[in-house]
């Protein structure tokens, strides 16, 4: 049984979830000037939470779906131009998908999006259930 989140990486050992971000490599070969946002979960008493620091983003380019036992986020920052003078903040996709442990509820995950911050319910179950469904993303 899996406890806990865990990052997924195509091709790659799993990681434990809390252990990826402790390094530099945890970004997964973005070069500098290439868009990071700020992933965070944390482990409460009724499920997991995931927290998406995502300004910029609009809700039609986020996506949060839950398929085979991993959840996968992606949200897509465009560049804009205003007043004919480009961004200068960096922007593109990102992905980031977690191995979900065996006690989760994927019926009940709910994601909500608000002022830049995606928040992901993830609630814990008595048994393994592993459906695959799309995710709403509503706004909060």
């Known amino acids: 049984m899996r406890n806990g989140l865990t990052i997924w990486r195509p091709g790659s050992i799993v990681d ?28 409460e008493k009724d499920a997991y939470l995931v927290e998406a ?10 996506d949060v779906s839950v398929k085979n036992g991993v959840l996968t986020i992606t949200a897509e920052r465009r560049h804009e ?28 995950v709910a994601a909500v999006y608000k002022d830049g911050m ?12 592993a459906p695959e469904r799309k995710v709403p993303v509503t706004r909060g």
């Not at 620091?53 to 986020?62: N, T």
């Not at 995606?118 to 259930?129: D, M």
């Open 16 to 43: 434990s979830f809390f252990d990826a971000f402790d390094h530099p490599a945890a970004y997964f070969g973005a070069g500098e000037d290439e868009w990071r946002p700020a992933f965070h979960v944390r482990d």
């Open 53 to 62: 620091e995502l300004p910029g983003v609009a809700e039609k380019d986020l």
């Open 81 to 108: 131009e205003k007043e004919g003078k480009k961004e200068s903040r960096s922007y593109g996709k990102v992905t980031r998908s977690y191995v979900l442990p065996d006690e989760t509820d994927v019926e009940k």
């Open 118 to 129: 995606l928040h992901v319910a993830i609630p814990k179950a008595a048994e393994k259930t």
